[in-house]
């Protein structure tokens, strides 16, 4: 298990720390133990139709207590009817759903309400209360005693960092305060089940880094965190479990390392001086460089092969790029193939590993410009 | 199984939220005490033609213009319920520990205690100020108003329940509450309706209310007096109480 998380701190320098690896760790052990109690969220073969439009298509998922798991997929994938499903406000036309122990069967039964907390998409704040009166307001409505929400209250202030505006309007907070005050009213009970849906949108990089931290508490604090969103360096900052959502089911599910490892490999391009790009067997001609048509395990190694060929002894080389496999990767391997079934990307022969910097920046950007 | 507390928890944070805003309520309640003494004169003449020679107007134009506020004031209700969407919290709302009868039942105490609130006040200004003095028993005055705004807090629910947007929740509280205070002779009374207009009256249950009020203003009725007034307008509350619990269940399962 240790060398398994090693393994991905070499693909990631400088990402993961060592308390992703203890956590990973009880992450994978539980994985192997998990029993029916240990299971936050289980669902199994779950449909869901709007009209003639399927949404789900037999979604099955489990994160345990303790856990996050962070659903992926595409603007309209399902994740958030999916939330919606597993919180009790959708029923799914078939399967079966079980959330902290609670069967969801058409019914909302009222147990379920006060082990769960949800943030939804959209920001949901009154905005003429105070920062302080949302979420004691809330905390009651969760069935809190008015001296143990104000207590409660307080601490999330605190944990939040909001100590300076909790007698300040919801509506007069900055945006980042809004998403920092929308995510403390998700846990104002101390649910053991977590639905975070999408909850950094908009947040400025102080209120996503609280967020985080927070998160990653909770869920070290044994609450089964389910978290959506298109930032992929925040599933790698949290240590997430992921579970990617296409076509209307999960199609691989799985920690970091065995979803890139399953879905994405490291590269090279490499260019030449006057832009002579020699005819190398196992190359191919990429733009200005040349890359390796297959997916590579050891890009140094990969490159030392290169520059040993005859037809690269007369040419000076210019510049060399690593790419190395992470998430963003793997995830737009899965969403291209349509399904993220690993044998279809190696067998359809598409290498699968990013494309060349520039148009890996471009995606990046258009993805920034939709999402953040 | 319900609880109190969440109910109350419910209904502790609607009236903070009412409180934040206080300007529409308050204007609900000035605008009846300020336009009621334009209204008594010809109330005066239309009550002397109804044989009460000694009536001065106000047993008329006071408790017409708190009914007509209180159905003015439905907008208030009807936005408690939309405001939630407006604002994302109904989804976490509905997926707290409160059930939706909970949320339901804490909306209506607010709104309940709202069209109490008003009632209450438009006519205690009509007593200061108007020379509205009622002669017969106070305790059926109070049952009346209490039934009256209960009813009127379910006509609010009710709407919100049935309508699937803000817009036409408004309108169809707007109309349809303009509608019965006018038919129930709020604004003008009955006895000057055309005859084939005076049996419609009795179809809205702010001609019982407005019925009652008067008899106890004018002829000195007690509580028994005006029992058949108030088992009227309570039939019509709960008429409204089944149509939100039908509206309110074909809005669970959509």
Not at chain 1, 160 to 184: I, M, N, V, Y
Not at chain 1, 190 to 204: M, N, Q
Not at chain 2, 124 to 139: C, E, N, V
Request: charged share 15%.
């Amino acid at each position: 298990m240790i060398g398994r998380a090693a393994y991905v701190l070499d693909l990631h320098p400088g990402v993961y720390n060592a308390n992703f690896v203890i956590v990973n760790n009880v992450n994978l052990y539980s994985e192997t133990m998990a029993s029916a109690d240990d299971l936050a969220i289980q669902c199994s073969d779950v449909r869901k139709s709007y009209g003639s439009r399927c949404v789900l298509d037999g979604v099955n998922l489990q994160v345990r207590y303790g856990s996050i798991l962070a659903l992926l997929g595409r603007n309209g994938a399902g994740k958030s009817t999916l939330i919606s499903m597993l919180c009790g406000l959708l029923n799914p036309d078939s399967g079966s759903v079980r959330v902290a122990g609670v069967a969801l069967n058409g019914k909302r039964p009222n147990a379920l309400g006060s082990a769960i907390g949800l943030a939804p998409q959209d920001l949901g704040l009154y905005p003429q209360l105070t920062v302080m009166q949302n979420l004691m307001s809330m905390a009651m409505v969760q069935g809190l005693r008015p001296r143990n929400a104000r207590e409660r209250a307080e601490d999330l202030i605190d944990m939040f960092d909001l100590g300076k505006q909790s007698g300040q309007r919801a509506e007069s907070l900055s945006g980042g305060q809004k998403r920092r005050l929308h995510t403390a009213m998700a846990l104002v009970h101390s649910p053991r089940v977590l639905f975070l849906d999408e909850p950094t949108v908009g947040a400025d990089v102080e209120a996503r880094s609280s967020i985080l931290q927070v998160v990653r508490g909770i869920a070290d604090s044994s609450t089964a965190v389910l978290y959506t969103t298109h930032y992929m360096e925040e599933i790698e900052q949290l240590g997430a479990d992921v579970a990617f959502l296409d076509g209307g089911s999960i199609v691989d599910q799985g920690s970091i390392h065995d979803i890139i490892k399953r879905h994405a490999a490291p590269s090279i391009c490499v260019s030449f001086v006057g832009g002579l790009q020699p005819e190398v067997i196992g190359w191919v001609r990429t733009g200005d460089g040349l890359e390796p048509d297959r997916p590579i395990d050891d890009p140094g190694r990969t490159l030392a092969a290169l520059l040993s060929d005859q037809h690269c002894r007369d040419v000076q080389l210019k510049d060399v790029q690593v790419i190395h496999a992470n998430l963003e990767t793997a995830y737009r391997n899965i969403v291209r193939s349509g399904g993220g079934d690993s044998v279809a990307y190696i067998a359809s022969g598409n290498p699968g590993y990013p494309e060349r910097p520039e148009q890996s920046q471009a995606l990046s950007g258009i993805s920034g410009k939709e999402n953040r | 199984m319900m609880s109190g507390r969440r109910i109350f928890a419910v209904a502790r944070l609607n009236a903070l939220l009412q409180t934040q805003e206080p300007s529409v309520p308050v204007l609900m309640a000035v605008i009846p005490i300020v336009l009621t003494p334009f209204m008594i004169p010809g109330n005066r003449m239309t009550l002397v033609a109804e044989g009460y020679v000694h009536a001065t107007g106000a047993e008329q134009a006071v408790p017409g213009f708190a009914v007509l506020f209180s159905f003015f004031s439905v907008q208030l209700i009807v936005q408690m319920f939309f405001d939630e969407q407006q604002w994302g919290t109904w989804n976490r709302m509905r997926a707290s520990a409160a059930s939706m009868s909970e949320i339901v039942l804490g909306k209506v105490a607010v709104a309940f205690i709202m069209q109490l609130a008003q009632m209450v006040v438009v006519l205690a200004f009509g007593m200061l100020l108007d020379g509205y003095r009622p002669d017969g028993s106070m305790l059926a005055l109070i049952i009346v108003a209490t039934v009256f705004a209960l009813m009127v807090a379910m006509f609010g629910v009710a709407i919100a329940m049935w309508c699937g947007s803000e817009r036409t929740a408004l309108s169809a509280a707007m109309l349809g509450g303009v509608l019965m205070a006018c038919l129930g002779g709020s604004l003008t009374a009955v006895s000057t309706f055309p005859s084939w207009a005076r049996p419609l009256a009795r179809f809205s249950p702010a001609y019982w209310a407005v019925d009652a009020v008067k008899r106890i203003g004018l002829d000195r009725a007690g509580v028994a007096d005006v029992l058949p007034q108030i088992g009227v307008i309570g039939g019509f509350g709960a008429l409204f109480v089944v149509a939100s619990i039908i509206g309110f269940y074909r809005k669970s399962r959509s």
